[in-house]
């Protein structure tokens, strides 16, 4: 088995401090890999932006490393938008399957009743900064972010919780946001 299937099996609920500080720095190295074989930013930007996303995350602020690599990169806010799209587009390629970008997430209304049944949830998707876009009777849930990694990996995990106190598979959708539509959404679910 590998390191990374040992880490996505190793605890169904994502409560514990050790258990989410592994899964948030195995999405910031599976991100900064897909990074790298995008070849959309240097080793040494993508060095920078992981320690800079390292500390932040240390210091209890939520981070994401494609948006921190876009502004290491120099993106100022005016532009950031744009260039975090692109990040995330090129990300997305590296994955199978690619995962689509919808335009409408943030008109979705906030899963509040399934955010207060799985608190360790709400507390992972904040620390990777992936809302919840709707959750039905916890069959059919959707989570997004502009992070295609952060948003499968946080899927892996409500999968394995569902699971395993309801018995059932839930159907899990997994989306890519644009930038304002995401901010807007960790402002709202995670109080950011």
């Known amino acids: 088995m590998s390191a990374e299937s040992k880490l996505l099996t190793q605890t169904s609920d994502a409560t514990t401090s050790d258990s989410s ?23 040494d930007n993508i060095f920078k932006a992981l320690t800079i996303a390292r500390e932040d995350q240390e210091r209890g602020k939520p981070a994401d490393l494609i948006e921190i690599t876009a502004r290491v990169l120099g993106h100022d806010d005016e532009h950031i938008s744009q260039v975090i799209s692109e990040l995330s587009s090129e990300v997305a390629l590296t994955m199978s399957p690619i995962l689509p970008l919808i335009p409408f997430a943030s008109k979705l209304i906030a899963p509040s009743a399934f955010y207060e049944s799985f608190d360790g949830l709400h507390a992972l998707g904040k620390s990777l900064l992936v809302p919840v876009l709707y959750a039905e009777d916890t069959d059919a849930i959707a989570v997004g972010s502009i992070n295609p990694i952060a948003a499968k990996i946080f899927s892996d995990q409500i999968y394995q919780v569902v699971a395993k106190r309801f018995g059932i598979r839930p159907f899990i959708t997994t989306v890519r946001m644009d930038y304002e539509s995401w901010r807007f959404l960790c402002g709202k679910h995670f109080e950011l």
């Open 21 to 43: 500080s592994a899964i948030i720095e195995s999405c910031f190295v599976k991100t900064a890999e897909a990074i790298s074989q995008a070849g959309v930013a240097s080793d």
